[in-house]
C-alpha cells in the first residue's frame, strides 16, 4: 500500500508517518511518501526515528501545486491530507495564508487525487469548525458555525471535501478531532508553549478568566483513530474524534504548573482571544461504532510529554530562538 501523507512533516502528520512505518497499524507491506512545504511549523527533524527507513521518501512541496501532484500521486492507495495552517492567533493576525493553504490547497488536491484516480482519500479535520457549545456534544450532523478565520478556512475545506465526494462520487472521508497534545508539537500551542516556558523559567499567558473548556486527545490516539477511518470509514462519511477529558484553560495551566514544578506567580493574566470559543465538546460515538477507544489517559499522556520537552531541548529550544528573533 502506497500512502500519501501531506503535512507530514508537521507535529500530527509526523506522528502518523511514525507509526505507520513502525507498524503500529498492522498495515503490513507499505510505502510513505511524504509531502511538505516545511513552513516553520514543519520540521524534518519530526521524522528522524524512520528517516532511514527506504519506504519513506520525502518530498519537499505545496498542496497548492498541481503540477507537482500530477507527478506525485498516480500509483497512490490512499492519501490523508493533514496540510494546513493551523493556529488560531496567526489567523486571527493574517487570514489569507489560512485561505490560500487550507481551502485552496485542499481543493487543488482533491482535483489531483480525482484526476489521478486514487482510490482512497481522508480529510483531516477539527472540531473547531462547529463554533462553540455551552451543554451537550457535537455529533457529524451539527451545523458548522466556525469563529475563527482558521476555523473558517478548515470548514470550507470540509464542505469542498464533501461536495467531491457528492458530485465526483469520490471515496472521501472526514475526520474532526479534538485538542491534540504529544511530543514534537510546535511550541506555540499551549503544552508545548507551557512546558517549554516553565522550564526555562518563564511566564505563561492565561487568556481571559481561563475558564474556556477543551476536549484532549493524545496524538497517538488521534492517529489511531485516522487510521482506522482509512481503513473502515465510508465515503462522504464524518467522524468525530474525541480525547474524552474535558479541562478549563484554568485546570490545565494548574496541571502544567504542578509537572514542571512551578506555582501561579508564574502565570500572567492577559486580555481574552478575539471570538475566543468557550467551549469544544465532541460526540465521537460514531467513530465508536467501528471500534475506537482513546488508550492514552490524559495524566499519563501529560507526564510523558513533559518529560519528552524536559529531555528533547535540542528539538526544540531552536524554535524557541527562531521565534523570539522574528
Not at 490523508?80 to 493556529?87: G, L, P
Not at 507551557?194 to 518563564?202: A, E, N, S, W
Not at 487510521?227 to 494548574?254: D, F, H, K, S, W
Amino acid at each position: 500500500m502506497h500512502v500519501l501523507v501531506t503535512g507530514g512533516a508537521g507535529f500530527i502528520g509526523s506522528n502518523y508517518v511514525r507509526r505507520t512505518l513502525q507498524g503500529h497499524y498492522g498495515t503490513g507491506d507499505v510505502t510513505v511518501t511524504v509531502l511538505d512545504k516545511l513552513t516553520y511549523a514543519g520540521n524534518l527533524a519530526n521524522l528522524d526515528p524512520v528517516a532511514d527507513d527506504p519506504r519513506l521518501r520525502f518530498v519537499h512541496g505545496d498542496i497548492g501545486d498541481a503540477r507537482l501532484l500530477a507527478t506525485l500521486l498516480p500509483g497512490v492507495d490512499a492519501v490523508v491530507n493533514f496540510a494546513a495552517e493551523s493556529h488560531v492567533d496567526r489567523s486571527i493576525g493574517s487570514a489569507a495564508e489560512f485561505v490560500t493553504t487550507n481551502v485552496a490547497g485542499t481543493q487543488i488536491m482533491l482535483q489531483a487525487a480525482l484526476d489521478a484516480s486514487v482510490p482512497r482519500f481522508v480529510h483531516v479535520s477539527t472540531d473547531e469548525v462547529y463554533g462553540s457549545i455551552e451543554t451537550g456534544s457535537w455529533t457529524e450532523e451539527w451545523p458548522l458555525e466556525p469563529n475563527s478565520p482558521y476555523a473558517a478556512a478548515k470548514a470550507g475545506a470540509d464542505l469542498l471535501v464533501r461536495a467531491y465526494a457528492r458530485t465526483h462520487g469520490m471515496n472521501v472521508s472526514i475526520t474532526r478531532c479534538s485538542n491534540n497534545y504529544g511530543p514534537y508539537q510546535f511550541p506555540e500551542k499551549v503544552i508545548p508553549l507551557f512546558v517549554t516556558t516553565l522550564l526555562q523559567g518563564g511566564t505563561v499567558p492565561l487568556y481571559g478568566d481561563g475558564l474556556n473548556v477543551r476536549d484532549w486527545l493524545h496524538v497517538d490516539d488521534h492517529c489511531r483513530g485516522i487510521q482506522l477511518v482509512l481503513e473502515q470509514g465510508a465515503p462522504g462519511e464524518v467522524y468525530n474524534i474525541g480525547g474524552g477529558r474535558e479541562l478549563t484553560n484554568r485546570e490545565l495551566t494548574g496541571l502544567l504548573l504542578d509537572s514542571c514544578g512551578a506555582d501561579w506567580s508564574s502565570v500572567r493574566h492577559v486580555a481574552d482571544r478575539k471570538g475566543h470559543d468557550r467551549r469544544y465538546s465532541l460526540d465521537d460515538s460514531k467513530l465508536r461504532a467501528l471500534g475506537y477507544r482513546p488508550q492514552v489517559t490524559f495524566e499519563e499522556g501529560l507526564a510523558q510529554t513533559v518529560a519528552w520537552y524536559r529531555e528533547n531541548t535540542a528539538w526544540w529550544q531552536p524554535l524557541t530562538a527562531a521565534a523570539a528573533a522574528v
